[in-house]
Each structure stands twice: as C-alpha cells, then as structure tokens.
C-alpha cells in the first residue's frame, strides 16, 4: 500500500514539473492570411495577440474569422505540446493529440 502511495506522490511531482513547463514554453500560430498573430502558452493561455492589419479599415466579418481561426489553431498546438509532454510521463501518446 506504501508502494502505490509513492508512486503517486511522485507522479503528482512528475504532473507539477510538467504544469510549471506548460506555463513557460509557448506556441504561436497566424491566420492563412496573415493578418492575425497569436502567442499562446502550453497551458492555453493567451500570452500575446497582434493584428497585423488596420483593424479600423478592415472587414470585421474576415477579421473575426481570421481571429477564430488563429485562436483555434493556436488551441490546437498547445493540445499537442501538452500530449507531447504528458507521453514524456507516461511512457504513452494520446491518440488524436
């Protein structure tokens, strides 16, 4: 009973490091057309947004779906990050991920 309570002490140390390397490694993702730029952490935090045109001239239905788009895949690669990272633990990768 010891043994398996030590093992999840230490796999709840191992989740900590990972969290604390999730917080501080980040992805960064543009929309197709470029005018959308987003930094986002491994822990899906938005850490940076730009918009690389002028928003007061553009066309607020193509920014916004520029804008879904960046966040969407910006989500996307912190998903994986995360998988990546959590498959270093386990020893498995995530399907899908």
């Known amino acids: ?20 390397q999730l917080d501080s490694e980040t992805v960064e993702a543009s929309s197709s057309d470029g005018s959308v730029y987003i930094k986002m952490n491994g822990s899906q935090e938005l850490k940076e947004l730009k918009f690389k045109t ?23 690669l912190s998903q994986q990050l995360a998988a990546k990272k959590m498959g270093e633990v386990t020893g498995m990768q995530l399907p899908g991920m």
């Open 54 to 76: 002028d928003i007061k001239s553009a066309n607020p239905e193509k920014l916004e779906k520029a804008a879904l788009e960046t966040v969407n895949r910006a989500i996307k």
């Open 1 to 20: 009973m010891f043994d398996k309570l030590k093992e999840l002490m230490q796999l709840k140390s191992r989740m900590e490091e990972i969290k604390r």
